[in-house]
């Protein structure tokens, strides 16, 4: 089976431009994950969805930053406009959600680099 | 606050050195404690669960024990394939039972 698969892996952007990170999850997973990580900061979660609805952002920084998850199988992260302290490492992930437990499998993830 | 810390930060071993990475938590309800790998330039790849104080996990040279306040995973005649990042993260009860909290992780060194 497919793992979780994220576009583009690698994105530079000029400071003002808007960019969209896609991702598609492990197909029959419900919930889906946005996480960024840093040197300074590590793994932080931004945003994650329960059967496409959003449950939590509230780890989403800014209102520059949006998430979508318009069906089962898509997912976009988008920002507008992009900063240079944007620049990190966006990783998407899903799950199968279940009473007794639950494991999150990570996609290789979409390098920002905002100049 | 709910608070993941690993120790040591970075940690150099001899080949076939054994050792032991740390994961302490202080959480209001643990879910489940979760261990991966992350390899530079890639994404964090699971290893193993536990869901209860005295369970143990083996996976290879890797096994992980967990207590009420802490996990471990010990690593058995390490080879330089077993260099990596190693996270832990603790699953949180909460209403949606989906809110994971990540450690900053160790950085492993294996040399040949």
């Known amino acids: 089976d497919a793992g979780v698969i994220q576009s583009p892996r690698h994105e530079v952007t000029e400071m003002g431009q808007e960019v969209t990170l896609r991702c598609k999850p492990i197909s029959g997973h419900n919930s889906l994950f946005w996480y960024r990580q840093t040197m300074m900061r590590g793994l932080e979660l931004l945003i994650y969805f329960n059967n496409n609805v959003p449950i939590d952002d509230s780890g989403m920084p800014e209102d520059r930053f949006s998430a979508k998850m318009p069906n089962a199988s898509f997912s976009t992260l988008k920002i507008q406009p992009s900063e240079p302290r944007d620049s990190a490492v966006y990783f998407c992930?899903?799950?199968?959600?279940?009473?007794?437990?639950?494991?999150?499998?990570f996609g290789e993830g979409s390098w920002l680099t905002v100049v | 606050e709910d608070q993941v810390t690993q120790s040591p930060e970075a940690l150099r071993l001899q080949e076939g050195e054994s050792s032991s990475l740390n994961c302490s938590y202080t959480?209001?309800?643990?879910?489940?404690l979760f261990w991966y790998r992350q390899d530079p330039g890639k994404g964090p790849e699971f290893l193993f669960t536990l869901y209860s104080a005295g369970e143990e996990k083996e996976k290879e040279r890797l096994k992980a024990t967990l207590t009420k306040k802490e996990s471990f995973l010990h690593i058995t005649a390490p080879k330089p394939e077993d260099s990596a990042t190693y996270l832990c993260a603790v699953n949180l009860r909460d209403n949606y039972g989906q809110n994971f909290v990540f450690g900053p992780g160790t950085r492993l060194s294996v040399l040949p």
């Open positions: 992930a899903s799950s199968l959600y279940r009473e007794a437990g639950n494991t999150i499998y």
């Open positions: 959480v209001s309800g643990l879910r489940g």
